[in-house]
């Protein structure tokens, strides 16, 4: 992988593939070596986990994941308990690096996991009924909450933060496996820097500007 970090969570994929691709290199059974070591690199690319330079500033939303911008608008749901969000949808392709990055730099107040359907993942309803984890996050600027949802082909969602953590814009924060989507939910008056159709690099592309005031404390809980 050219020197590439990759992701831990590819080592149960690598392994057994690598034993299947040895044992059917001792038996001679040449397509069964071919395919199984065609996985292992295909295992290996999907879990790679550049480094990435995450751009500085205060109130600063950057993308938490690869992808494509699929959604900038008005939220719908009710997590928020009837504040006005604005959401930003990514929608991750199996091309697109997978490791989800922390949107701003402040506390985990909360970690949900909601079982759900597993939906093509750029759909809207995927956002409210598909399998998905929610973070939220206690910023500068602000509430920003974070949804990793899974999608038709994703049936895992890994997720290595807890309530009470601080964390770095940027930070890796998990994964979703195998095609998936990030929402983001922002407060309303945010100044969003991208459009529906832009491609975007998590921990380096700015989102939005949150409107933050001077006086807040990073990490302090906003209601």
């Not at 608008?73 to 997590?79: F, M, Q, R, S, W």
């Not at 009837?82 to 930003?88: A, D, F, M, R, T």
């Not at 890796?172 to 832009?198: E, N």
Request: aromatic content about 8%; hydrophobic content about 45%.
């Amino acid at each position: 992988m050219g020197g590439i970090p990759i992701a831990r969570e590819a080592i149960p994929f690598v392994v057994p593939l690598l034993g299947l691709g040895l044992i059917f290199l001792f038996l001679k059974i040449l397509p069964g070596t071919v395919l199984s070591f065609l996985l292992v690199g295909f295992v290996l690319f999907f879990f790679r986990d550049p480094e990435r330079e995450v751009p500085k500033g205060e109130g600063l939303v950057v993308a938490p994941a690869d992808g494509t911008v699929v959604v900038v608008e008005p939220y719908k749901g009710t997590e928020a308990q009837g504040e006005e969000l604005l959401q930003v949808s990514i929608f991750l392709s199996l091309l697109d690096v997978h490791i989800n990055r922390a949107p701003v730099s402040g506390l985990v107040e909360e970690v949900r996991y909601t079982p759900g359907r597993f939906k093509v993942a750029y759909v809207p309803e995927a956002s409210l009924e598909n399998e998905r984890n929610l973070i939220r996050f206690a910023s500068w600027g602000g509430t920003v909450w974070m949804k990793q949802i899974a999608g038709y082909l994703a049936r895992r969602i890994v997720c290595r933060v807890k309530p009470g953590q601080r964390v770095e814009a940027g930070e890796r924060i998990g994964l979703i496996r195998f095609g998936s989507r990030v929402d983001l939910l922002l407060p309303g008056r945010v100044a969003t820097k991208v459009r529906v159709g832009d491609r975007v690099k998590g921990g380096t592309t700015v989102i939005a500007i949150l409107p933050g005031r001077k006086d807040r404390r990073e990490g302090e809980r906003f209601t």
